[in-house]
């Protein structure tokens, strides 16, 4: 079901359904996890392959979450950060994304002065947040399924038209009223 899980999650946050975040597809770099945890359950002894598939699987909960926030912010800040993230999902080892994204990890504080009062916004950071500290199968399949849970409920839409009706301020206005 998690599996399941992270494609819906993907789909949603990208609005499409067949978002090209992995090459292979969302179920299939969960369903890879699952085989490496089970191993390691079997065992007791976590291997660098488990560390690999935790850590792309919660680079796609991570995009997913940072996609949605792009779609209602659409700032450059946030579009940055993706790309990122999307660098990182290409990587062939833990060692390496972490290079990625420790290289600009600069872009992820800045995420966070871009929020403006906005409950949504704030919400899907914190869930990005979230993941990003998520060190069990059971944080990520729990991030899942409130970040499906918030995604569908936001009318990206709407927000997509307010975006449009903004209109700039008049000069002349701000400098009257100063």
Partial sequence: MSAKNLQLLLETAYDTENPQVFEEGAANVYKK????????????????????????????????????????ADNETSVEALQVL????????????????????KVFDNLYHEIFVNEEREHILGLFEATLDASSKEELDELMLEGLELLTAIDFEHHAQQDDDDEPLDEDFLKSIQ
């Fill in 86 to 105: 999307q660098e990182a999902i290409a990587a062939k080892s833990s060692k390496e994304i972490d290079k990625i994204v420790q290289k600009k990890i």
């Fill in 33 to 72: 996890f699952e085989e490496s945890y089970k191993l390691f359950v079997q065992t007791g002894k976590p291997t660098d392959e488990l560390n690999f598939r935790f850590e792309r699987v919660r680079l796609g909960v991570g995009i997913a979450f940072l996609k949605a926030y792009t779609r209602l």
